[in-house]
T-cell receptor, first 112, second 115 residues
């Protein structure tokens, strides 16, 4: 039973356009959400996060949106750059716990 | 720069031998560290939570006698894969929780191949 779902295993976007990566969750106890970027044979790198008390968090080209009622969050990257090509993992955490539950990841390819 | 290091980055061992992987927190003292395993094209699966000075907490289905975890100091946790078998071949990643902050920092991972 996957509590964090990334239903798109891959996404291709033209350089300069917007990349939108989606994530759905089922556990209503999750109150903190994170996005990680991962290159092959490397550990994940933290990108951006959002608390459940917010619906948007922005950091440079990266914006995360949270829709609690729909149990859905998305990561927007604009403009997309070839260096953004990687696997993006959505992760969630319950209140009072440090344990992260990860989705399966979405492989983003930004085409020059 | 990296805040969490792992050693070795790659290891090949023979079936039946044991392998130790080290995870170090470089910039902060981590009372809690995590060990994950990732199979190709799969998510990161949490294996265990390592708490400094106490026994690790293992996730369901993870054999604690096979995957020995030691968190002897605030900056070092080790994972020992005992009596390794080819099915233990995987990418093992550790992470450290910076106390008081929300982010977990990951190591670069260790590729274990058991022949």
């Amino acid at each position: 039973d996957q509590q964090v779902k990334q239903n798109s295993p891959s996404l291709s976007v033209q350089e300069g356009r917007i990349s939108i990566l989606n994530c759905d969750y089922t556990n209503s106890m999750f109150d903190y959400f994170l996005w990680y970027k991962k290159y092959p044979a490397e550990g994940p790198t933290f990108l951006i996060s959002i608390s459940s008390i917010k619906d948007k968090n922005e950091d440079g080209r990266f914006t995360v949106f949270l829709n609690k009622s729909a149990k859905h969050l998305s990561l927007h990257i604009v403009p997309s750059q070839p260096g953004d090509s990687a696997v993006y993992f959505c992760a969630a955490r319950e209140a009072g716990s440090y344990q992260l539950t990860f989705g399966k990841g979405t492989k983003l390819s930004v085409i020059p | 720069g990296a805040v969490v290091s792992q050693h070795p980055s790659r290891v090949i061992c023979k079936s039946g031998t044991s392998v130790k992987i080290e995870c170090r927190s470089l910039d902060f003292q981590a009372t809690t560290m995590f060990w994950y395993r990732q199979f190709p094209k799969q998510s990161l699966m949490l294996m265990a939570t390592s708490n400094e000075g106490s026994k690790a907490t293992y996730e369901q289905g993870v054999e604690k006698d096979k995957f020995l975890i030691n968190h002897a100091s605030l900056t070092l946790s080790t994972l020992t894969v005992t009596s390794a078998h080819p099915e233990d071949s995987s990418f093992y990643i550790c992470s450290a929780q910076n106390p008081g902050l929300n982010e977990q920092y990951f190591g670069p991972g260790t590729r274990l191949t058991v022949t």
